[in-house]
T-cell receptor, first 111, second 117 residues
């Protein structure tokens, strides 16, 4: 049973446009969520987090939105840049313990 | 920022060899570290949770005698792939979280590419 789902395995976006990556979860106890970016043959890099007391967190070009009632979060990247091309993982946890990762979405930003 | 160092980054060795991978938290203490495996074009698969001073917790289907984990200090966990075979070839990644704080992200090492000939 996948507790964290990223239903789009891949996404292509034109440079300068907005990239929206989606993530759904099933466990209502999850209260802390992360997004990671991963390049091939490298470890994932932490991007941005959000706790369940918020519905939005912004850091530069990256904004994460959390909809607790829908058990859905999304990562917005604007404007998208070619260097953003990578695999993006969302992860969920209860109080920051034992993160559960989604399967990832491969983002391609086209010049 | 928090840094996790993983060593070596790439290993090529003969079948039957045992390989040790180190994972260090450089500027924080981690009572718990995590070991993942990633096959090409697939997601991260959690193999085991390494607990400082006690036995590791292995995920279902992961052979504990094959993948030995030692977490002897608050900043170091090691994964030893014993008698490695070609099917063990993969990308192994560790992560750690600052155990002194709540709601902290896991920070990942850069991974170890293991190639068994």
């Amino acid at each position: 049973d996948q507790q964290v789902k990223q239903n789009s395995p891949s996404l292509s976006v034109q440079e300068g446009r907005i990239s929206i990556l989606n993530c759904d979860y099933t466990n209502s106890m999850f209260d802390y969520f992360l997004w990671y970016k991963k390049y091939p043959a490298e470890g994932p890099t932490f991007l941005i987090s959000i706790s369940s007391i918020k519905d939005k967190n912004e850091d530069g070009r990256f904004t994460v939105f959390l909809n607790k009632s829908a058990k859905h979060l999304s990562l917005h990247i604007v404007p998208s840049q070619p260097g953003d091309s990578a695999v993006y993982f969302c992860a969920a946890s209860v109080r920051g313990q034992n993160f559960v990762f989604g399967p990832g979405t491969r983002l391609s930003v086209l010049p | 920022g928090a840094v996790v160092s993983q060593h070596p980054s790439w290993v090529i060795c003969k079948s039957g060899t045992s390989v040790k991978i180190e994972c260090r938290s450089l500027d924080f203490q981690a009572t718990t570290m995590f070991w993942y495996r990633q096959f090409p074009k697939q997601s991260l698969m959690l193999m085991a949770t390494s607990n400082e001073g006690s036995k590791a917790t292995y995920e279902q289907g992961v052979e504990k005698d094959k993948f030995l984990i030692n977490h002897a200090s608050l900043t170091l966990s090691t994964l030893t792939v014993t008698s490695a075979h070609p099917e063990d070839s993969s990308f192994y990644i560790c992560s750690a979280r600052d155990s002194g704080k709540t709601n902290q992200p896991q920070h990942f090492g850069d991974g170890t590419r293991l190639s068994i000939l």
